[in-house]
């Protein structure tokens, strides 16, 4: 069983994994969408929702990743409250403006402990469910 | 945070005194988004949507566009979109 279940946004013929989630940083929250990763460590949010937050990226701990394409980039990352459906934990999302597209990513690292998504290309369908067990804050 | 539930649609937070859709209504903006997707690629490729209700309320090619929608509606939290280019979904596979 599952506990969320969002159809495959369908960009230019292209059905890709999307979830939408909501952040809360500081008294102030955005709503978003990211692409699910599975192949990415870090979440990686983009200026538009660190605008939202009011949060200035480059205070958070900074990170040099290394992206599929093979260019490095720095990612900051941040703790924050994240928000899927119901679920809502405190996580750790990296932001960067270097990133090179427009779409926010949904990495593994501090959320895929928390929840589990099958990636279902027949019914072009992700399923999202919530991880029993005890998570550390 | 503290919110309510608004007319099941939305939560208002007590603290940023701002409604946000529920997860449940979120889902339906979601889905709105795919049903237009071809409509969206045409008119508004590379383009950040900001959404509330299934009304485009700003847009922009980057953080402007939560400032036209926080112009707009101050009182929302609104639901934003990227809109790739093509070449962006081609990427993604």
Redesign the interface.
Known sequence: MYDYR??Y????G?S?P?V?V?L?YD???????A?ADSGAFYSIFG??????LGLTITAGAQKRVRLADGRMITVYLHRM?FR???EHFTATIGFSDELG????LLGRFSIFDRLMFCFNDYERILYVSHIEGEHEG | MAVEIKEGKYEYDTETEKLAPTHEELMHWFLWVNEHASELEEKYPGKYLAIWDYEIIAVGEGAEVYEEAQHRRPDVIPYIVYVPVEEEAVLLV
Do not use: D, H, M, Q
């Open positions: 969002f159809p946004r369908l960009w230019y292209i890709s999307f939408t909501r809360f008294k102030t929250s955005a709503t978003a969408e692409y200026p538009v929702v660190a605008a939202s409250g899927l459906g119901a597209i427009g779409f926010n």
